[in-house]
């Protein structure tokens, strides 16, 4: 199957990085190279792209797709790992940062990466293909653990009768597809809950995120994003669930926060002045027609902070 992703907010990222053509700027996740190349072509010939990805089949195919920018780079690693590459470059500072978070069109649409309770097919779900997988964590984890990690990660209220229902599955026989877990998930909650949205959905998303380490990867990507930005330069995050949004949210906000001396302080005693400013102080969501094009830009929030001087 080709990679096919269709970039999310596009134009809004372009306008929100204010991208110079001698500014050098990072792509945190290069997926098709749909933001990527967009950057690419607004770049001049001193400006340069580092784009990066965790996915082996992303890498191949953004290095092809951007094959016709000789000022661009693909390199296989996660954007936690943002100051790694960029010191192994030799680089200390850029002008902007770019992070499109969640999982691709392609990752979902390419049944065997088993991320999609649509389709049967071995219960992965790992992004760079290595270590953990989601087979892994639901046949041997605890009761409790599963339970957990299907309350923070999915937010799913039924998440004890879920956790109980897999370890009983098992016992039988170990779960080795995406079916055999969305059949456990759908037995584990009402008829109603049933009726409203398929109820996969939300366990589904906090196995990948635990698969992935995504929240943690999140926090530290972003830290040491913003600290890689130049006075002026821009960090645009898009996120597509309330867990990321909210890290990214909170993140934000502290470095755009000033005095934190007690109210009852006559004055200022700490000295703390902010780091960055909001671009947009409300997050900026695809349009109706983006939607109707590409319902999974549904969900998507586009936050933009730039770094003070």
């Not at 599963?146 to 956790?163: D, H, N, Q, T, W």
């Not at 949004?245 to 470095?255: E, I, S, T, Y």
């Amino acid at each position: 199957m080709e990679f096919n992703h269709i970039p999310v907010m596009l134009n809004e990222c372009m306008e929100g990085l204010a991208i110079r053509p001698d500014g050098i700027y990072v792509d945190g996740t290069a997926g098709g190279a749909g933001h990527s190349s967009a950057i690419a072509s607004r770049l001049g010939s001193n400006g340069r792209l580092i784009a990066l990805d965790r996915d082996p089949d992303a890498v191949k195919t953004a290095a092809e797709r951007l094959s016709v920018f000789p000022n661009t780079q693909v390199i296989h690693s996660n954007y936690s790992q943002i100051r790694e590459v960029l010191d192994s470059l030799g680089i200390d500072k850029v002008d902007g940062i770019l992070m499109d978070l969640g999982v691709s069109s392609y990752q979902l649409d390419e049944g065997s990466r088993g991320f999609s309770y649509h389709t049967d097919a071995p219960l992965d779900m790992r992004m760079s293909k290595e270590g953990t997988s989601a087979a892994d964590i639901v046949n041997t984890c605890s009761e409790q653990e599963l339970a957990r990690i299907i309350f923070e990660y999915g937010e799913e209220k039924f998440s004890r009768r879920i956790a109980s229902n897999i370890i009983k599955a098992r016992a039988e026989k170990p779960i080795e597809t995406t079916l055999e877990l969305a059949d456990i998930v759908r037995m584990s909650v009402p008829q109603k809950a049933r009726r409203d949205k398929n109820p996969c959905k939300k366990t589904f998303q906090a196995i990948r995120i635990a698969v992935n380490g995504e929240l943690d990867h999140l926090s530290k990507g972003l830290e040491d994003a913003f600290y890689s930005l130049k006075s002026g330069g821009r960090l645009a995050v898009i996120t597509f669930h309330s867990l990321e949004d909210r890290l990214v949210k909170q993140k934000f906000a502290g470095w755009c926060r000033g005095c934190i001396c007690p109210p009852d302080f006559p004055q200022c005693v700490c000295g703390r002045k902010p780091e960055g400013s909001l671009v947009n102080r409300k997050p900026i969501e695809a349009d109706d027609g983006e939607v109707e094009g590409n319902v999974r830009s549904r969900s998507a929030k586009l936050r933009i902070i730039e770094r003070s001087a």
